[in-house]
């Protein structure tokens, strides 16, 4: 049985957009969804969960808004806020931003173990994703709850690795190994030893940053399908200025990033659609 192959649009980016406005980009461009941060406000969350539904789009629930409470209690707080908002909407999953690099073992724990009873009361997947300042803000960081979560699920933005790293990982195969069975979910960004986004992943300098990425999206849907997974997701993130980088002065963004995800989406369709 094949798998289905599912590529969502971001919402980040395009905030400054109306409702309507953003799902008739996504309809046009061709994405099968939208992966979004969701109003706390229920009857404004509603209102974008029913014209996602109405346009035939799917959703994937995001938060990360977590990363505005250092403090401990204050996190803990937003995060079962942010994620029982979330999973109310009833989106494929949720992906979420947890924890802080800086927090114990101790309170990450608490923090995932929260995720998991909230998504056990739901019935609502949830993902972690990978990403810098979290709790698997790198890979050293990351294993210890590996070893101890034999569930835990992740979404893979590794582009976040090679800033965090300085490097394309090419150090850290043996650790990759051990992420990859735990990857649910795909953000399709591609990152450098400078930072987590190429200024534009078509472009010939870029060439073995984009391969090393592609050979580790490889290597996760290769797995997913061989576990039989029904469902392969992945979103193109490529993200607005500061992500987009700029010219001094008039602070002019050097490439479009919704041009950049499409293109992406295009690249992923190609390569990864069963034939």
Request: with cysteine.
């Given at each position: 049985m094949?798998?289905e192959?599912?590529?969502?649009?971001?919402?980040?980016?395009?905030?400054?957009l109306?409702?309507?406005?953003?799902?008739?980009?996504v309809?046009?461009a061709?994405?099968d969804?939208?992966?979004?941060?969701?109003?706390?406000?229920?009857?404004?969350?509603d209102?974008?969960?029913?014209?996602?539904?109405?346009?035939g789009?799917?959703?994937?629930?995001q938060q990360?808004?977590?990363?505005?409470?250092?403090?401990?209690?204050?996190?803990?707080?937003?995060?079962?806020?942010?994620?029982?908002?979330?999973?109310?909407?009833?989106?494929?999953f949720?992906?979420?931003?947890?924890?802080?690099?800086?927090?114990?073992?101790?309170?990450n724990?608490?923090?995932?173990?929260?995720?998991?009873e909230?998504?056990?009361?739901t019935?609502?997947?949830?993902?972690?994703?990978?990403?810098?300042?979290?709790?698997?803000?790198?890979?050293?960081?990351?294993?210890?709850?590996?070893?101890?979560?034999?569930q835990?699920?992740?979404n893979?933005?590794?582009?976040?690795?090679?800033?965090?790293?300085?490097?394309?990982?090419?150090?850290q195969a043996?650790?990759?190994?051990?992420?990859?069975?735990?990857?649910?979910?795909i953000?399709?960004?591609?990152?450098?030893?400078?930072?987590?986004?190429?200024?534009?992943?078509?472009?010939?300098?870029?060439?073995?940053a984009?391969?090393?990425?592609?050979?580790?999206?490889?290597?996760?849907?290769?797995?997913?399908?061989?576990?039989?997974?029904?469902?392969?997701?992945?979103?193109?993130?490529?993200?607005?200025s500061?992500?987009t980088?700029?010219?001094?002065?008039?602070n002019?963004?050097?490439s479009?990033?919704?041009e950049?995800?499409?293109?992406?989406?295009?690249?992923?369709?190609?390569?990864?659609?069963e034939?």
């Open positions: 094949k798998s192959l599912l590529i969502f649009a971001p919402h980040w980016g395009s905030a400054h109306s409702r309507e406005i953003f799902i008739g980009k309809l046009e061709g994405f969804g939208i992966e979004m941060s969701l109003p706390m406000d229920v009857a404004e969350r209102a974008w969960t029913s014209a996602i539904d109405y346009a789009l799917k959703l994937i629930a990360w808004e977590t990363v505005f409470h250092s403090d401990f209690a204050a996190h803990k707080q937003a995060l079962g806020d942010l994620l029982r908002n979330a999973c109310a909407a009833k989106p494929l949720v992906n979420t931003h947890t924890g802080k690099d800086f927090y114990s073992q101790a309170q724990n608490e923090l995932l173990d929260l995720a998991n909230i998504s056990a009361d019935g609502v997947a949830i993902v972690h994703e990978i990403h810098r300042s979290r709790f698997s803000g790198h890979p050293m960081l990351l294993l210890p709850y590996l070893e101890q979560r034999s835990l699920a992740l893979a933005d590794l582009s976040h690795w090679c800033c965090a790293c300085e490097s394309l990982l090419e150090d043996h650790m990759l190994e051990k992420v990859f069975p735990h990857v649910r979910h953000h399709a960004r591609v990152g450098h030893s400078q930072g987590p986004q190429v200024n534009d992943f078509r472009a010939p300098e870029h060439a073995a984009l391969k090393q990425h592609l050979s580790w999206w490889d290597a996760i849907i290769s797995q997913q399908r061989a576990s039989g997974k029904q469902q392969i997701t992945l979103t193109p993130e490529f993200g607005p500061p992500y980088q700029s010219l001094p002065y008039t002019q963004v050097v479009d990033a919704w950049l995800n499409v293109a992406m989406m295009k690249l992923l369709r190609e390569r990864y659609a034939k």
